[in-house]
């Protein structure tokens, strides 16, 4: 493959958020080169792979049927004492179980129709600076190290991201905003078109065990942890699996296994700096609350390469103009975002018997308020079953 040595916007990383990214640069007239360093885009898979429909809206693009395994009709929330359940079926709940191998191909395939060039089996290795403006990136290759300029490097590379720390950006990391999801996918586990979340204490500390079903026999079967216990989210799935579910795993095997970082902290504070952006889980923007960062990503792609593609047209990279970036984002998604983080941390404080308390007090109108913020009518619900609980969620009615 002939690539050139400059293009005037590098995206890192062919994740969902990096393709969008590439794609909508390219629509509005920029020269963009996409780099992952995967030698297959989409494989292996590091994911749950559901999506809701409502976290779609707004993104302009279309999922053909290839691109998901099973059409969800809803969610099942259910109690660590699988005695209780809240079965939502509304917009919010309704999506897809993603076939993210194909997914994620599918989109940087419209990358590359939209006039993007792409790289694989290519990882980004050290940035290019003058002084401190991000001039370009050192890409490893098969054909060897090449030095490749651009006007502006959109880092997309995910929950492990080092490109942004290589572009002078603060990104520490404290290990209590740290989810580990640890993933089987099985064969032989019966599923209905709900995705199954359970909350448990004992077997998903500061966190939460899924059934994401991809047929009507097959399934992701995982569970996120928090903080420090993330070296365990095997030991707490598989004792989950031969425990309490045992009966609904007999005849369950496996056929993958998938696992991996997800920030659950909200966005970073910098998402900027001269002719350098980060966006996507790389830049944390991700659900404090389900962990879910698929259609975070794609919009912060969109929004990225949109701005991008602006700032190459006033002929300004600089990180006055890209700020655009950071600004739009903290006015529109990451409002939503620090709630929902306010609300995760108020869940922490519940142990497995207020969870089953409220679990059974609630329906599914009270979650669907939940999911669009609106916590006051609910909060005051529990806290009328539950009292006690007055000092770890009262602070939701303000
Ligand atoms: C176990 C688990 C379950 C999850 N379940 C869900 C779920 O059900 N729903 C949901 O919405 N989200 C889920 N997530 C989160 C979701 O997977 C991510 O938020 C999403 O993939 C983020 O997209 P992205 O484009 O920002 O980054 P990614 O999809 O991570 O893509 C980043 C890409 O950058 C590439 N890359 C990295 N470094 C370099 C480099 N130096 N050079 C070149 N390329 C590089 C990587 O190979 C990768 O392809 C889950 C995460 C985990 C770990």
């Known amino acids: ?26 629509e509005n007239g920029s020269k963009v080169l996409l780099i992952e360093r995967k030698k297959e885009i989409g494989a292996p898979v590091r994911c749950g792979e559901g999506i809701g429909l409502e976290s779609l809206k707004g993104i302009d693009i279309e999922i053909p049927e290839k691109s998901y395994s099973f059409q969800i009709g809803g969610a099942k929330l259910v109690s660590p004492d699988i005695q209780n359940d809240i079965v939502v ?36 290795i050290e940035l290019l600076k003058n002084e401190n403006k991000i001039i370009g990136i050192k890409v490893e290759t098969d054909d060897g190290i090449k030095e490749i300029n651009s006007k502006i490097v959109i880092a997309m590379d995910g929950a492990e991201s080092t490109i942004a720390r290589m572009a002078g950006l603060n990104t520490t990391s404290d290990l209590y905003n740290s989810d580990t999801g640890y993933e089987y996918e099985m064969v032989n586990v019966s599923c209905d078109d709900l995705i199954e979340i359970y909350f448990s204490k004992e077997y998903a500390p500061r966190g939460y065990l899924w059934i994401f079903p991809k047929s009507k026999d097959v399934a992701n079967v995982g569970v996120g942890v928090g903080g420090k216990e993330a070296p365990y989210a095997k030991e707490y799935l598989d004792k989950w699996i031969n425990g309490p579910m045992k009966e609904r795993f007999k005849n369950a095997q496996p056929v993958a296994i998938k696992g991996g970082l997800i920030p659950v902290g909200a966005s970073r504070e910098q998402l900027v700096a001269d002719g350098f952006m980060v966006a996507g889980t790389a830049a944390h923007q991700v659900d404090p609350i389900h962990g879910g960062g698929i259609a975070l990503a794609m919009k912060a792609g969109v929004l990225a390469g949109k701005i991008a593609a ?10 006055e103009r890209l700020m655009e970036f950071q600004t739009k984002w903290n006015e529109t998604e990451e409002k939503k975002l620090k709630k929902r983080l306010k609300l995760r941390k108020a869940l922490e404080m519940l142990n497995d018997e207020d969870l089953n308390v409220v679990i059974s007090s609630l329906d599914d109108e009270d979650i669907e308020k939940l999911l ?8 005051t619900k529990v806290l009328s079953k539950r009292p006690q609980l007055l000092k770890a969620i009262g602070g939701l009615i303000k």
């Open 310 to 319: 602006q700032a190459i047209k006033d002929n300004d990279y600089s990180k």
């Open 1 to 26: 493959m002939n690539y050139s040595s400059e293009y005037d916007i590098i995206v890192v990383g062919a994740g969902p958020g990096g393709s969008m990214a590439a794609k909508t640069a390219a």
């Open 372 to 379: 669009e913020g609106n916590f006051p009518p609910v909060v």
């Open 89 to 124: 079926k509304t917009d919010q709940t309704k999506g897809y179980v993603l076939d993210r191998k194909v997914f994620d191909k599918d989109l940087a395939i419209q990358a590359g129709r939209a006039g993007a060039e792409i790289m694989v089996k290519s990882q980004v």
